[in-house]
């Protein structure tokens, strides 16, 4: 599932490859039930919980496995 991360139907976001990020139907639920919070960072997604713990840094680069 693909998500707007400016919302189309409520902020006039488009529906281009800057404003999207994929998602499971799990985290999408998530994401718009406000327990998730996906931004774009330098045209990559940081996830962040609501009370701001950061799940990945897209700064920080791939995740290396260990």
Same mark, same amino acid.
């Given at each position: 599932?693909? *998500? +707007?991360? !400016?919302?189309?139907?409520?902020?006039?976001?488009?529906?281009?490859? #800057?404003?999207?990020?994929?998602?499971?139907?799990? *985290? +999408?639920? !998530?994401?718009?039930?406000?327990?998730?919070?996906?931004?774009?960072? #330098?045209?990559?997604?940081?996830?962040?919980?609501?009370?701001?713990?950061?799940?990945?840094?897209?700064?920080?680069?791939?995740?290396?496995?260990?």
């Amino acid at each position: 599932r693909m *998500h +707007h991360i !400016r919302w189309w139907t409520r902020d006039g976001g488009l529906s281009d490859i #800057d404003n999207l990020v994929a998602s499971c139907d799990w *985290h +999408h639920t !998530r994401i718009h039930e406000g327990h998730l919070i996906v931004e774009m960072v #330098d045209g990559r997604p940081r996830f962040t919980l609501p009370d701001g713990t950061t799940l990945h840094d897209p700064r920080a680069g791939p995740d290396d496995g260990g």
